[in-house]
């Protein structure tokens, strides 16, 4: 059974820094690229950040860009986002996913997803 546990969230400050965790269980972490993805209320859930399985290919949202870095631990089954610079528009729930192997950035090709992290930014 395939399970993914964000943690980090929590109520920061415009201009502060955040890491988000997601520890992998269940399944060969190293053959699965890793994503996150945030909903905010009233708006569909997006990407913010995809690497894949080899850490080699990533992707990020323009939104984001230069501001957060997504990372991995295959030793540890567990993916990271660093957050810096955050905005007010950053308020969102964050998931953590996963997709065997192949590299995408569709939240709807990623079957498994963890249960969010808050992350509040307030100006």
């Known amino acids: 059974q395939v399970q993914l546990v964000e943690s980090g969230g929590r109520l920061v400050q415009a201009g502060d820094s955040l890491r988000l965790s997601c520890a992998a269980s269940?399944?060969?972490?190293?053959?699965?690229?890793m994503g996150w993805f945030r909903q905010a209320p009233g708006k569909e859930r997006e990407v913010v950040a995809v690497l894949n399985w080899n850490g080699v290919s990533t992707y990020y949202a323009d939104s984001v860009k230069d501001r957060f870095t997504i990372s991995r631990d295959n030793a540890k089954n567990t993916v990271f986002l660093q957050m810096n610079s955050l905005k007010p528009e950053d308020t969102a729930v964050y998931y953590c996913a996963a997709k065997v192997f192949a590299f995408e950035y569709d939240p709807s090709k990623f079957p498994f997803w963890g249960q969010g992290t808050q992350v509040t930014v307030s100006s």
């Open positions: 269940g399944l060969t972490f190293s053959r699965y690229s």
